[in-house]
T-cell receptor, first 115, second 110 residues
Framework: GAVVSQHPSWVICKSGTSVKIECRSLDFQATTMFWYRQFPKQSLMLMATSNEGSKATYEQGVEKDKFLINHASLTLSTLTVTSAHPEDSSFYIC????WGGGEQFFGPGTRLTVL | AQSVTQLDSHVSVSEGTPVLLRCNYSSSYSPSLFWYVQHPNKGLQLLLKYTSAATLVKGINGFEAEFKKSETSFHLTKPSAHMSDAAEYFCVVNAGKSTFGDGTTLTVKP
């Protein structure tokens, strides 16, 4: 099956710094990638949808200047959390969808802890 | 607009007994429906999916789900629970983008 990787799997950073998370589709071309965050014991909440080569579409309430998304190629999307604060600590999960537009394939997630 | 309701936040069963995790959905379009499992601090694993073919869908690890349009339901079942089934389960509806249910925590007692 299709494989999506995320890097890093976990990261700890100081408040005020920026953190970049990578999402890669390893064996297919992902025309669309999605970024979710998940708080402990809660469901996944969609943050934004990105299509290769165009600007991401952010869900209501998600600060686009804080969560920068780049989808520069068909196999890579990045999420940069700028000026991170402790409340940004969460589990971030990406998913990717190919040309067929059907099933999403999820990455293993990245746990961000902001001190 | 679309939404998903997982009717039970927690389900507890004994090992070897049947599992039923309930999911109801609403969608303006004919959606695709999915069940995912998430073990602690892990990513999501697809159990099964419905994409307008057979209404009874068989998945991995002995799980299956039946799509019932008249009831707008997509309940997940397994005849005999195993200890390794203990995890969080998410029902997902997709008619363009995915909407997740709140999840059901499955506990399996020995």
């Amino acid at each position: 099956g299709a494989v999506v990787s995320q890097h890093p799997s976990w990261v700890i950073c100081k408040s005020g710094t920026s953190v970049k998370i990578e999402c890669r589709s390893l064996d297919f071309q992902a025309t669309t990638m999605f970024w979710y965050r998940q708080f402990p014991k809660q469901s996944l909440m969609l943050m934004a949808t990105s299509n290769e080569g165009s600007k991401a579409t952010y869900e209501q309430g998600v600060e686009k200047d804080k969560f920068l998304i780049n989808h520069a190629s068909l196999t890579l999307s990045t999420l940069t959390v700028t000026s991170a604060h402790p409340e940004d600590s969460s589990f971030y999960i990406c998913s990717a969808r190919d040309w067929g537009g059907g099933e999403q394939f999820f990455g293993p997630g990245t746990r961000l802890t902001v001190l | 607009a679309q939404s998903v309701t997982q009717l039970d936040s927690h389900v507890s069963v004994s090992e070897g007994t049947p599992v039923l995790l309930r999911c109801n959905y609403s969608s303006s379009y004919s959606p695709s429906l999915f069940w995912y499992v998430q073990h602690p601090n892990k990513g999501l694993q697809l159990l099964l999916k419905y994409t307008s073919a057979a209404t009874l869908v068989k998945g991995i690890n002995g799980f299956e789900a039946e799509f019932k349009k008249s009831e707008t339901s997509f309940h997940l079942t397994k005849p005999s629970a195993h200890m390794s089934d203990a995890a969080e389960y998410f029902c997902v509806v997709n008619a363009g983008k995915s909407t997740f249910g709140d999840g059901t925590t499955l506990t399996v007692k020995p």
